[in-house]
């Protein structure tokens, strides 16, 4: 039987190599093609890349910049936990993308879907909140890039659903921007450590 393919994330560096990088979309391909370099360089963002261990190309990335929000721009529900600053500290998932011929490469190898997507949302929450630890940030952000009708005619499908399924909601004032409380995804990650140390029970 093959060797299961282990998987990998580290921050980007110049000899990673995305020049086949295809997630469908456009602006998502571009950016870690072309764009990746001046960001890092000018710490205009923090990028993690998905490989496959021992190997360069880059399956999957997702960027993380510091952002801050308009304390009138928020929901009630989250301004009545917060201390009335005119602006509330943020970090904001700029770009997040997975390859679609790895992702159809590894779902043949290993017969089931490989969640790729998920596990770099993960990754990209579990960084927020250990961030957040030494610079503040109180919710984490996501401008959902909507496709072109290029890209949906390549068969990219709007990201939207995919953020909302893991928590992520709608600020009223700008519907393609998601957030989620940073509080929020310390209490996900909490339970799901403590879900962890149980023991299965044998009955
Ligand atoms: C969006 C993207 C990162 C998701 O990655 P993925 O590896 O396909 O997603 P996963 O397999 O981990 O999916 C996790 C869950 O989300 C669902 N999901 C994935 N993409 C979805 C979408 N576009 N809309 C609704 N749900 C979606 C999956 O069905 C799965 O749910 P299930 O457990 O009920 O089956 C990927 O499709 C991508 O790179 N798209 C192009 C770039 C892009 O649009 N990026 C976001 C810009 S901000």
Known sequence: MAEP???NLELWNDSHDSTKFNSGVHAIDKYIK???AREVRNA???????TVKGQRVV???YSLSAISLDFQDLPNKLTKTLPRYPQIPA???GRLGVDVNFKKYLEEQEK???YLG???LNDA???????ATSVGSALMLVDVLEPTSEDKANGARDPIGFYTKYGFQALHANPRRLYKSVRTIAQEQEIAKKKAKVPETSE
Do not use: C, K, N
């Open 125 to 131: 929450q579990v960084a927020t909140v250990r961030a």
């Open 44 to 50: 205009m963002s923090g990028v993690v890349v998905l």
């Open 5 to 7: 393919i282990s998987l």
């Open 59 to 61: 399956r999957g990335y």
């Open 118 to 120: 998920e596990y770099l």
């Open 34 to 36: 072309e764009q990746v």
């Open 112 to 114: 089931e879907p490989p």
């Open 91 to 93: 970090t904001l998932l």
